[in-house]
């Protein structure tokens, strides 16, 4: 049962440390993104990669947020230095890129991972 | 100003009523997706909606498309416990967008 994980499932921090949360996306996926989920602005993009090249990362605020894929198999994000209106969950999701054959986004489907929980104190 | 704009916010009803939950925009989409969320999970996929009009049934989920293909409809008919959690539909006219959800709580 093949399934996006994410790494670490909770974080607690302090204002002004790095944060790094990594996601092992679906093998054979090539489209990678990150999701901030919170009550008041619901679940937003931050950025996105396929095949492993970052396509869209305006979502994310540039001056402390990066996002990278090492390799296929690895897709992190990081904060730093963090601030306590970062805590939230964030998500990691794949999926396989169709073209016009697919769905929204050109996609087959998104397939979620459980999320880290972040809070920065 | 969410591109998805889904109502009811929060929905709490009794075991075995119907519902229904909106999703509208002021943008066309070539597709919409639902998604259902649990607590401390990611979204799951429930369904995709291509074709202006189209209606789709997953048991005792319906899911419509609008015809301008600009909004699109979740009924539940005799919702469950099992039915709770956090209801996203999602688009895409550059890149996906998911709207801020409905939480329905189904109480026994």
């Known amino acids: 049962d093949a399934r996006v994980t994410q790494t670490p499932r909770h974080k607690v921090t302090e204002m002004g440390q790095e944060v790094t949360m990594r996601c092992q996306p679906i093998l054979g996926h090539n489209t990678v993104f990150w999701y901030r989920q919170t009550m008041m602005q619901g679940l937003e993009l931050l950025a996105y990669f396929r095949n492993r090249a970052p396509l869209d990362d305006s979502g994310m605020p540039k001056d402390r947020f990066s996002a990278e894929m090492p390799d296929a198999t690895l897709a992190t994000l990081k904060i730093q230095p963090s601030e306590p209106r970062d805590s939230a969950v964030y998500f990691c999701a794949s999926g396989l890129f169709l073209g016009l054959a697919g769905g929204p986004g050109g996609l087959d489907t998104q397939y979620f991972g459980p999320g880290t929980r972040l809070t920065v104190l | 100003t969410q591109l998805l704009e889904q109502s009811p916010q929060f929905l709490s009803i009794q075991e075995g009523e119907n519902l229904t939950v909106y999703c509208n925009s002021s943008?066309?989409?070539?597709?919409l997706q639902w998604y259902r969320q649990e607590p401390g999970e990611g979204p799951v996929l429930l369904v995709t909606?291509?074709?202006?009009?189209e209606v789709k049934k997953l048991k005792r989920l319906t899911f419509q498309f609008g015809d301008a293909r600009k909004d699109s409809s979740l009924h539940i008919t005799a919702a469950q416990p099992g039915d709770t959690g956090l209801y996203l539909c999602a688009g895409a006219i550059k890149d996906m967008r998911f709207g801020a959800g409905t939480r329905l709580t189904v109480k026994p």
């Open positions: 909606v291509v074709t202006g009009g």
């Open positions: 943008s066309v989409f070539s597709s």
